[in-house]
């Protein structure tokens, strides 16, 4: 709730009159203006409202009545503050300017003389307005689906800006532009904005656009009737008809041709389509959820895609991050392949070993998350043991990790020397992996090597290697 007030006006009697009308309710500080240092300042200090004078607010704006200056203005307070509500005080004379201000985003007014029921009133509001945010915060935290609760677990800020932008469009009917490397999971996201809109009881129609030659695109988008054209035996339905009232997910949508743009356009202006050899126009109630690896805007300029498609498409855009810049989600994603895995397969692996967790963090995921999942479920396949496993995997990964096994030449040594020292750096590292693969467990890690744990133990320690660092 509110608790610390900050006014700002060169009028020292409105400034004490605010003071005397909060009753020593909350925290009042007040400035004659608000330069950048002062603004910097406010930072590190919570403060809930700012009561600015309209003069002292739109000092530095030249021209009182340009929106995007006073926006600007708005902007700058909202980046040192995100998190504050701006209340204009104002004469009667000068109301059609601070509806500007209000309109660039301040939260409401007082006009001079400030009258302590007016004053009042504005206070009520911001604390019911502050409650609200406070119930509709909580009820964000509950919006994911429990089905849905794995996929949207992360480490990265910029996963986390995604999903935040998945809360806010998933209910309007916005098209949604999903951009980003291949194999970042665009498909997932375009299924969990539907799963979570108003549609999710409708159908989700997934059409990959660069998989189906341009001659047959249309008609697998829009349906034909029969006799439409040598071999049209039957009437079929396309497959925006099939997603009427539901949801369709077009990827791959920057390789259609030009001709299909101007189709696909028309749809999205007028929400209408019509089959190949029906003339009549079909209305279609779709929400258009779009996905492309390439740069729709350099296309846009380089004149290959419609300029007026693309803005169409671009509504709401959403950038999903490689693979290589949330490295901190891949213990998360793998935990779910895992998982999923599990019940198909009904074995029971529940751990990866360390140093394929290092391997994968080196590693520069030109394939993304799907190149993650593929080599976790070729793993698990060949995988024994309760452990993914270094040799489940294929040895390139581990190129880098292979080198402390490496004895360098010493032509001062002799052969016996050199053999013994490869053997005892096998040896220790055998012994790591071991301990590794079974958490540090002597009993079952000696079994699995054909010794008893005595003669481990005897291994152990003159390796200088320490179980509890398995565990």
């Known amino acids: 709730m509110i608790k610390s007030i900050l006014v700002v006006t060169e009028d020292r009697s409105a400034a004490e009159m605010l003071s005397r009308g909060f009753h020593d309710r909350y925290d009042v500080e007040w400035f004659s203006d608000l330069d950048a240092r002062r603004l910097m300042s406010l930072k590190t200090r919570p403060v809930e409202v700012l009561f600015a004078d309209i003069d002292t607010l739109l000092a530095d704006v030249p021209s009182k009545s340009d929106i995007r200056e006073i926006e600007f203005v708005i902007r700058r307070l909202r980046g040192a503050l995100p998190d504050i509500d701006i209340v204009v005080m104002t004469t009667q004379d000068r109301i059609r300017e ?31 307005t502050k409650q609200m945010q406070l119930e509709l915060d909580y009820l964000r935290d509950q919006f994911w689906q429990v089905d849905a609760l794995d996929l949207v677990r992360t480490n990265s800020p910029k996963m986390q800006e995604v999903f935040n932008k998945v809360r806010t469009v998933a209910a309007k009917k916005v098209t949604v532009l999903l951009t980003g490397e291949t ?18 009881g409708e159908q989700f129609i997934s059409v990959h656009c660069g998989a189906i030659p341009d001659t047959l695109l249309e008609s697998e988008l829009f349906g034909h009737e029969k006799g439409a054209f040598t071999g049209a035996t039957r009437q079929k339905l396309g497959r925006f008809e099939i997603a009427n009232g539901g949801t369709i997910f077009l990827d791959e949508v920057g390789t259609i041709s030009p001709s299909m743009q101007v189709k696909l356009l028309h749809v999205l202006q007028d929400g209408s389509m019509q089959r190949i050899g029906n003339e009549k126009p079909m209305e279609v109630d779709v929400r258009i959820v779009a996905a492309t690896n390439e740069d729709l805007n350099q296309r846009r300029i380089d004149g290959t895609f419609r300029g007026d498609l693309y803005y169409r498409l671009n509504v709401f855009p959403i950038e999903l991050p490689p693979l290589r810049e949330r490295l901190d989600d891949i213990p998360l994603l793998i935990e779910t392949f895992l998982s999923r895995h599990n019940r198909l397969y009904a074995k029971n692996i529940s751990y990866i070993h360390k140093d394929v967790l290092r391997a994968f963090r080196q590693y520069d995921w030109p394939g993304n998350i799907r190149e993650l999942e593929n080599l976790i479920e070729r793993a698990y396949l060949l995988e024994e043991s309760e452990t993914l496993t270094p040799d489940s995997f294929p040895a390139e990964l581990f190129a880098t990790d292979r080198a402390e096994t490496h004895v360098p030449f010493h032509p001062n040594k002799t052969l016996a020397q050199f053999r013994q020292e490869c053997y005892d750096a096998l040896e220790k590292q055998y012994l790591k992996e071991l301990l590794s693969t079974h958490h540090g467990i002597i009993h079952k890690s000696a079994s699995a090597a054909g010794i008893t744990p005595r003669q481990l133990h005897r291994l152990l320690s003159k390796h200088k290697i320490v179980k509890e660092s398995y565990k």
């Open 98 to 128: 601070t509806i500007k201000v209000i309109r660039a985003g301040a939260s409401s007014y007082l006009t001079y003389p400030i009258d302590p029921v007016e004053l009042n009133n504005v206070m009520n509001s911001l604390q019911e």
């Open 183 to 200: 194999g970042t999971g665009k498909g997932v996201i375009a299924h969990l904005i539907h799963q979570h809109s108003k549609r999710s």
